[in-house]
């Protein structure tokens, strides 16, 4: 099992900033990618970002690309997701997720809000 805590959301107004931490924890050497997803109101769920546990490989939405960075610290089994120039339109809550390739499972974590004011 592994367990995700997010933390770092918040209002903010547009072109401002923001950092989402994800805290890994449980069986973490299992861990693979993890990606971030958000979703907002009335939306289904869209990836954002992912980054490979071993290798450090990325990959971005195109709405995000050139804004957000994301980014992990194996030491602390923590990914970060560096969101600049933020808009109206990337409000949503924003969650973690984890993929175990060794038992085909994913995680997810609570989700933490960002919101963007015009």
């Known amino acids: 099992q592994v367990q995700l805590v997010e933390s770092g959301g918040g209002l903010v107004q547009a072109g401002g900033s923001l950092r989402l931490s994800c805290a890994a924890s449980?069986?973490?050497?299992?861990?693979?990618?993890m990606n971030w997803f958000r979703q907002a109101p009335g939306k289904e769920r869209e990836f954002v970002s992912g980054?490979?546990?071993?290798?450090?490989?990325?990959a971005y939405a195109d709405s995000v690309k050139g804004r957000f960075t994301i980014s992990r610290d194996n030491t602390k089994n923590t990914v970060y997701l560096q969101m600049n120039s933020l808009k109206p339109e990337d409000t949503a809550v924003y969650y973690c997720?984890?993929?175990?390739?060794?038992?085909?499972?994913?995680?997810w974590g609570q989700g933490t809000q960002v919101t963007v004011s015009s």
């Open positions: 997720h984890a993929r175990v390739e060794s038992n085909r499972s994913t995680y």
């Open positions: 449980g069986r973490t050497f299992s861990i693979n990618a």
């Open positions: 980054i490979m546990w071993s290798g450090g490989s990325t």
